[in-house]
């Protein structure tokens, strides 16, 4: 879907209010994305990586 498609988010959206179990499922999806993919120690080794290459660059 577009992102400049206002009504058609809009329409998506007012779908997902009406579906509880939809809603459910998006829920446990992201909740899951998120404990997998945010751990502290993945988000640290993923900032190090950041100052490691810009300390890189620089060097």
Do not use: I, K, N
């Not at 998506?12 to 909740?31: F, H, I, Q, W």
Request: charged share 35%; net charge negative; with cysteine.
């Amino acid at each position: 879907m577009p992102a400049e498609d206002a009504q058609t988010q809009a329409a998506a959206l007012a779908e997902l209010l009406e579906d509880d179990a939809r809603r459910a499922l998006y829920g446990d999806a992201g909740r899951r994305r998120c404990l997998r993919d945010f751990t502290l120690e993945r988000m640290v080794a993923r900032t190090r990586a950041v100052y490691d290459l810009t300390l890189e660059a620089h060097a």
